[in-house]
């Protein structure tokens, strides 16, 4: 199993940056894609981006693309979502979620697909 714990959340101006983190622990991280995900209120979790067990395959949702980037330090266990440009439709609390996988490149964007989830962290950006 993979416990994943979520930080760096906050209120934030339209136009500025945030750097979500996310730190597993319990199993080899470098066996699992990860992925990142938002749901805002009333709405629908939604996929944000995600990556693949090396890092060298990314894919993100078109309302980010640009904007935000993920990576990942398998020596530290981290996964993270820079997110610059924001909006305030960013606003959402966002969820970190990890999926094993059989090959290093594969990358997992359905919320159904994942195995492991976070508790989530708020990300809140005001007009």
């Known amino acids: 199993q993979v416990q994943l714990v979520e930080s760096g959340g906050g209120l934030v101006q339209a136009g500025g940056s945030l750097r979500l983190s996310c730190a597993a622990s319990?199993?080899?991280?470098?066996?699992?894609?990860m992925g990142w995900f938002r749901q805002a209120p009333g709405k629908e979790r939604e996929f944000v981006a995600a990556?693949?067990?090396?890092?060298?395959?990314?894919y993100y949702a078109d309302s980010v693309k640009g904007r935000f980037t993920i990576s990942r330090d398998n020596s530290k266990n981290t996964a993270s979502l820079q997110m610059n440009s924001l909006k305030p439709e960013d606003t959402a609390v966002y969820y970190c979620?990890?999926?094993?996988?059989?090959?290093?490149?594969?990358?997992?964007?359905?919320?159904?697909?994942?195995?492991?989830w976070g508790k989530g962290t708020l990300v809140t950006v005001s007009p």
């Open positions: 979620a990890a999926k094993r996988t059989t090959f290093a490149s594969t990358v997992v964007r359905g919320t159904d697909a994942m195995d492991y």
């Open positions: 319990g199993d080899t991280f470098s066996s699992y894609a």
């Open positions: 990556i693949s067990r090396s890092g060298g395959y990314a």
